[in-house]
């Protein structure tokens, strides 16, 4: 991952960018799912997931900075492989540990943040170039990609990266829309099918990738 990337060919000259993770501790990811999955299944998925979005981002080559926040420190560990700082959480739940990302990241000196949930199996490379490059040049702007629904949000790219308070959860998508419309911003929305599918509940696995093993 480039420290301080050339961003020029996307049209972005002088702009940086932190890459946000937030993940809750494993033992507590994917309750939704316990229905049809162990504890030691659904844990392992978890992980294989997030590993799988910190490879994705490494691979991208897209960030100044990308920041893994969460209570747990065997996921913690995971920052280093994939060249991520870690971030002990010290903020309640997944908006308030989001927000401790973003002033972190924006203390550091970036001018915009990415915000990628732990649990997009199918995301790639592209994906994230292209919400890049749906970065206009003016100085406040929104991002955005939801879930197959278009409920949920499974990418939030924001810049400044304190343009809105992040809000996820549920009917997050139209939520994180409204916000950005309370301030002048007129969002803008990336579909994609590789990023539109998250785990969350049971029906959600039929969009595992097929050598996903259980």
Known sequence: MKRVPDLTGLGRPDRSLAVIVPMKPLALAKQRLRPVLQDEARRALAH??????????????????????????????????????????????????????IAWAQQAGVDAVLILPAD????????????????????????????????GTNALLLHPPHLIPPSFGPDSFNRHCALARSVGVEPTIYRSPTLAHDIDVPADLDHLPADTIL
Do not use: K
């Not at 100044?64 to 309640?92: C, G, I, T, Y």
């Open 120 to 151: 997009l199996p199918n995301l790639q490379s592209a994906d994230l170039h292209g919400l890049i490059a749906l970065l206009p040049d003016e100085s406040q702007a929104m991002i955005i990609a939801p879930d197959a629904t278009e409920t």
């Open 48 to 101: 294989d997931m997030l590993t799988h979005v910190l490879a994705t981002v490494a691979e991208s080559n897209i960030a100044d900075m990308a920041v893994l926040v969460s209570a747990d420190q065997v996921v913690l560990q995971l920052a280093s492989l994939w060249d991520f700082h870690p971030l002990q959480e010290n903020a309640p739940g997944y908006n308030g540990s989001t927000a401790q990302a």
